[in-house]
């Protein structure tokens, strides 16, 4: 056997949609070959560690697994390891003759990391038969080689997508929401169609303003613009150098924080800060990730996270630093180890909490409470790991209810957002008690997140609640697909419309907006589509096509069509029957609403997926 002749391998990217996917997507063309179980064994365990995604989170691949299968299961394994969130599995494509086809959903910015993997699924593959073959020169060195190369790769490329977590969270509520979305630039995502569309930039929305983003970063820029107006904060000042660091502690009566000025959740803050070796410690720690550092007032009291949309309340959460709860029988270090053997809590990038770690930070709070890592916590005793109470350093995020916030505090977060001009926001408030009203109670803000993470552990519903609000409807324009030349008394009728000015038609390769064009040179189906789908005057769509196999290069621009209308006869098209009824085939599951057919052949195959797709129909021309 040739392994090079047995394993036939294409990839190749439709950067539109096809095959009833509302994703873009890799099409794999491959041989249906079985693997060796030590092969198999091998491939997946590398997935599974190097990717750190749980075995618990996927299902396992069957033991007679054949190589396309495997390659499905991998991309799947692989985008859930860079939480792209993709919620579709890729398939298998039947009917296939002398290879299979696979198609692998994507997101836009996956593509190359897919395209890679598959490459080196493919190569490690054919290594393996050259060696299975028989003694061939060097082959055994290659195989280790591409195996080196993978397992590189693979620790790479489970890095996350997309910057933050808001991203994803917002792209999977919009597939569970029937909301259709197409990427602008980098991490600016444009939610719904035409005069329908929002565009949100993580949890930035088209009301965002640049002035009030610009101050919120700047935390003594915050503190000033909050105090002119009467809100307590604490009284930070910038500090240039260890030494200013440790003279400005030594003036305030008890524990400080220092932080960098301009970076969010709680990268390189440090708390309870009570001797100058650790101010000064914590001083060269906020400066290796700004030039501008701060020094404030410790102020005690329950950190809570309160999000305020368009001046009202959203959602609240206090955030529990990280620590461990006593049993009178465990050491500290037993403890932690206890804690992070939790499901929850975890290095998997599955999991919903971070481990917890016994670092420097970690022994300096233990030594503040007389604590040592060797010791037995009393039962019922809490103690701290961590000054900060943010998740991404450990901390437990806890739902609170609107009912058990006093009125006070939650005018004050929204007099906060009113005072930067925020739209969305996160503020961040250290208050005794979040039931006392703050002019009773007292309380500081501490920072406020123009672009907060709005989490996962309790909130996951609030992406979806801000996508309902920032779009309207689902989204979607009603969208016309013409296979063919749309006829004459077709294109007469539409010109009689009362919106006919903000009918967007894609026709003879041209781009037209109530009649007119709208670029100099031609334009493809796929890139005036998506022309027309990015123009918010544009209340409707019309598509001509009279070449399918170009479009099955592109795919559609639009994840799905409300009516699809067939020619006659697909001769129109210079299509075999065989062909024809392929391209149809992926074609149909796109569709949401009606076909209209004339032509007789495709008739069967209509049928058979309008019984699969309940709330379609299908419209015979007499």
Not at 220 to 243: D, N
């Amino acid at each position: 056997m040739d392994p090079n002749s047995s394993v036939k391998f294409s990839a190749r990217y439709v950067s539109g949609y096809w095959y009833g996917l509302r994703y873009p997507s890799i099409i794999v063309d491959v041989a249906e070959i079985s693997l060796s179980e030590s092969l198999q064994r091998y491939l997946v365990d590398q997935h599974l560690t190097r990717l750190m995604v749980s075995r618990n989170t996927l299902p396992a691949p069957h033991a007679s697994l054949e190589l396309p299968s495997l390659l499905v299961w991998m991309c799947d394994t692989l985008h859930r390891a860079m939480d792209a969130a993709i919620v579709d599995s890729g398939f298998i494509v039947p009917g296939q003759s002398s290879r299979a086809r696979c198609v692998i959903p994507v997101q836009s910015l996956s593509v190359r990391r897919i395209t890679t993997a598959l490459n080196h699924y493919y190569g490690i593959v054919v290594e393996t038969l050259h060696s299975e073959v028989g003694p061939i020169a060097g082959a055994g060195e290659r195989l280790n080689k591409r195996k080196l190369s993978l397992e590189k790769f693979l620790d790479e490329a489970c890095k996350p997508l997309f910057l933050g977590s808001n991203t994803a969270h917002f792209l999977r509520n919009a597939h569970y929401l029937g909301i259709p979305y197409q990427y602008l630039y980098k991490d600016l995502v444009q939610y719904g169609y035409s005069s329908k569309r929002s565009l949100l930039q993580s949890s930035f929305t088209p009301q965002t303003n640049v002035i009030a983003v610009q101050l919120s970063r700047d935390k003594i820029a915050t503190q000033h613009i909050l105090k002119s107006v009467g809100i307590p904060t604490a009284a930070g000042v910038r500090v240039k150098s260890e030494q200013q660091a440790v003279e400005v502690a030594a003036t305030i009566c008890g524990p400080t924080v220092i932080k960098p000025v301009d970076k969010d959740g709680g990268l390189a803050v440090s708390t309870h800060l009570y001797e100058a070796a650790d101010v000064a410690a914590a001083y060269k720690a906020a400066r290796r990730y700004s030039s501008d550092v701060m020094l404030e007032r410790h102020f005690d009291g329950r950190d809570y996270r309160i999000v305020i949309y368009r001046d009202a309340f959203l959602w609240a959460i206090e955030r529990k630093p990280a620590s461990i709860l006593g049993d009178g029988v465990h050491t500290v270090v037993d403890l932690v180890a206890m804690a992070n053997s939790a499901k929850q809590r975890s290095r998997d990038k599955s999991s919903a909490l971070v481990e917890l770690e016994l670092d420097d930070e970690a022994l300096r709070l233990l030594t503040q409470q007389s604590l040592s890592v060797d010791a037995v916590l009393p039962a019922g005793q809490r103690a701290r790991l961590r000054g900060k109470a943010n998740i991404g350093a450990g901390g437990v995020p806890v739902t609170v209810p609107k009912a058990d916030i006093h009125p006070d505090n939650i005018e004050l977060c929204s007099r906060v957002c009113q005072a930067l001009g925020l739209d969305l926001a996160g503020v961040d408030l250290i208050i005794p008690d979040i039931s006392i009203s703050w002019l009773h109670g007292g309380c500081i803000v501490v920072e406020v997140n123009a672009q907060p993470q709005l989490g996962q552990i309790t909130s996951a519903h609030l992406y979806g609640e801000i996508l309902r609000r920032e779009v309207d409807g689902n989204g979607r324009v009603p969208i016309t697909l013409i296979v063919g030349r749309g006829s004459e008394n077709y294109w007469a009728s539409l010109a009689c419309r009362d919106d006919y000015a903000s009918v967007g038609v894609v026709r003879d390769n041209r781009v037209l907006v109530g009649g007119k064009h709208q670029s100099p040179s031609p334009e493809g189906v796929f890139a005036g589509g998506m022309a027309l789908l990015r123009d918010r005057r544009i209340t409707s769509i019309i598509l001509e096509v009279t070449n399918l196999k170009a479009l099955a290069l592109t795919g559609l621009p639009c994840d799905q069509v409300d009516t699809l209308i067939l020619p006659s006869t697909l001769i129109e098209l210079d299509l075999n029957d065989r062909d024809g009824q392929a391209l149809v085939e992926a074609l149909l599951p796109q569709v949401a609403s009606e076909v209209v057919c004339g032509d007789e052949k495709l008739l069967p195959t209509i049928e058979i997926w309008l019984a699969a797709a309940p709330g379609r129909r299908l419209l015979v021309p007499e």
